[in-house]
Nanobody, 124 residues
Framework: VQLQASGGGLVQAGGSLRLSCAAS????????IGWYRQAPGKQRELVAVVSNGGGSTMYGDSVKGRFTISRDNAKSTVYLQMNSLKPEDTAVYYC??????????????????WGQGTQVTVSS
């Protein structure tokens, strides 16, 4: 599976951005697609993940209520709508795909497919 992330950029605190992750290749083998982020000097953390059918989602505690993950299966694309952005949301955001159940996604070392990162910078 190949993943192409896009949509990062610079935004002021309180603003919004939408990230996109387009999947190609053997997408039928994937159970879920999601996003992680990694800030300088910090560990990679789960942001959000959505199941293949879109019926199940999971969010990191720090983004609950502000970020929404969704998917368009016809386009094999997953979106991350980020609202009420804070400076602490500044990080490189990585798209990922896996056959693992959603509850395993808290362990990024077990994720097998990664896209390139996209920088999100939130200014205060």
């Amino acid at each position: 599976v190949q993943l192409q992330a896009s949509g990062g950029g610079l935004v002021q605190a309180g603003g919004s951005l939408r990230l996109s992750c387009a999947a190609s290749g053997s997408t039928f083998s994937i159970n879920a697609i999601g996003w992680y982020r990694q800030a300088p000097g910090k560990q990679r953390e789960l942001v959000a993940v959505v199941s293949n059918g879109g019926g199940s989602t999971m969010y990191g505690d720090s983004v609950k209520g502000r970020f929404t993950i969704s998917r368009d299966n016809a386009k094999s694309t997953v979106y991350l709508q980020m609202n009420s952005l804070k400076p602490e949301d500044t990080a490189v955001y990585y798209c990922a795909a896996s056959t693992l159940l959603l509850r395993i996604w808290v362990q990024p070392e077990r994720i097998g497919n990664w896209g390139q990162g996209t920088q999100v910078t939130v200014s205060s």
